[in-house]
């Protein structure tokens, strides 16, 4: 039986200023995404594009994730305490961020940049796609170092032990979502956008591979203590996500259909 390490969430320390494991994750997704995306820009295969602009859209990025993530927890989540609290809801320092607020909130920010610099939203959305997954596996990572959002008991062999859930042994749903989730989405996504393909379709592939790994890895994440499950046993990140699948499938099909091309199998898609 694994034992939950319990790492420190401090990574070092600078006098009175404190850097935890969680806050060099967010770091290193904002470098990943910049990396990552002035190679993008060099491979022009999305017209007008310059490695410049992958810091600029950054800048608009953090905003967006900040906010969006932390109102989204907000709404999501725990809307009648914050309603009695509001002054808790600027104090991010206590934790709780939600991807999908996270994401709708990178939407707002793509889509002021888009105004911005005269470009098609779905052209930039297309363009961030790939660059996403590494930044939410590092994410997923700096859940596994705090101890945080453990999955449910179980008896599998690499079952561990979280101190602060109990005794029992549980999944390490942390690294499932970083598998899933971060890394193959990330190889998925790169693949297919190493060839020019219709515009929406690398957004709507998105999309659908993310609600898709999300909604699986559910079904091993313990749900939040104050929600539980909802409806036919369904977590609220399920909920959450399967809007996502729908959404994505349908842009799949138009992006293709718009170009004058038959509907591509997985397969071509991954070609």
């Known amino acids: 039986m694994l034992v939950h ?10 006098g009175p200023v404190a850097v935890r494991w969680y ?21 022009n295969l999305l017209t007008g594009w310059h490695p410049r ?23 999501f989540y725990k809307p009648l ?7 808790e809801i600027v104090a991010v320092w206590q934790g709780g961020m939600s991807f999908h607020g996270g994401f709708l909130g990178v939407l707002v920010a793509l889509w002021l940049f888009a105004r911005r610099r005269d470009k098609r939203f779905l052209d930039v959305s297309d363009f961030v ?9 590092a994410g997923r990572l700096g859940n596994f170092i705090n101890g945080e959002l453990w999955g449910r008991v179980t008896d599998v062999p690499w079952g561990m032990v979280f101190p602060p859930a109990g005794p ?26 190493r060839r020019r393909r ?51 499938s349908v842009m799949i ?10 509907e591509p199998t997985v397969l071509d898609r991954l070609k």
């Open 198 to 248: 219709p515009m929406g379709a690398a957004s709507g592939l998105f999309l659908v591979g993310y609600g898709a790994c999300r909604f699986a890895a559910e079904f091993a994440r313990e749900p939040d203590s104050f929600l539980g499950f909802l409806a036919f046993g369904f977590t609220m990140g399920q909920w959450l996500s399967l809007p996502m699948i729908v959404i994505g």
């Open 53 to 75: 602009d992958v810091d600029d859209m950054l800048f608009y990025g953090v905003f967006g994730v900040i906010l969006g993530g932390r109102l989204g927890y907000v709404l």
């Open 23 to 43: 806050g060099l994750m967010y770091l290193a997704a904002f470098v990943l995404f910049v990396v990552l995306g002035k190679i993008r820009a060099r491979q």
């Open 253 to 262: 099909v138009w992006s293709y259909r718009r170009a004058g091309k038959a």
């Open 81 to 87: 305490y914050y309603l009695a609290h509001p002054l």
């Open 129 to 137: 796609a790939p660059l996403v997954p590494l930044g939410l596996a």
């Open 168 to 193: 029992e042994p549980r999944h390490p749903s942390q690294l499932y979502q970083f598998a899933l989730e971060g890394l193959l989405l990330f190889v998925v996504l790169w693949i297919y956008t």
């Open 5 to 14: 390490p319990q790492f420190d969430p401090i990574a070092f320390q600078i």
